[in-house]
């Protein structure tokens, strides 16, 4: 299973971003996907999921600004991200869970300048 992420750059406070993450290798509708980050000397953390049958859930610093979504058809995860801020600078991290096993993508830097 192969996750790719993208969409990442630098943008100023108040915009916005689209990340993608797109699957091969695996049933991609089976599974809950998700998107953490990590910013420079933090730990990893979640920033949102999306289940098989769409339910989300999203980290309290992003609620209202942030929105997860899913094409089953084309086996992708979006996150769209707009109102952002400069602590939404960080390395963001798609995930697929199927089962026990979490498979990870190589992340997107997201940089939010002042």
């Known amino acids: 299973v192969q996750l790719q992420a993208s969409g990442g750059g630098l943008v100023q406070a108040g915009g916005s971003l689209r990340l993608s993450c797109s699957v091969s290798?695996?049933?991609?509708?089976?599974?809950?996907a998700g998107w953490y980050r990590q910013a420079p000397g933090k730990q990893r953390e979640l920033v949102a999921n999306?289940?098989?049958?769409?339910?989300?859930n999203y980290a309290d610093s992003v609620k209202g600004r942030f929105t997860i979504s899913r094409d089953n058809a084309k086996n992708t995860v979006y996150l769209d991200m707009s109102s952002l801020k400069p602590e939404d600078t960080a390395v963001y991290y798609c995930?697929?869970?199927?089962?026990?096993?979490?498979?990870w993508g190589q992340g997107t830097l997201v940089t939010v300048s002042s």
């Open positions: 995930t697929l869970v199927q089962g026990i096993t979490t498979y």
């Open positions: 999306i289940w098989r049958g769409g339910g989300t």
């Open positions: 290798g695996s049933t991609f509708s089976n599974g809950a």
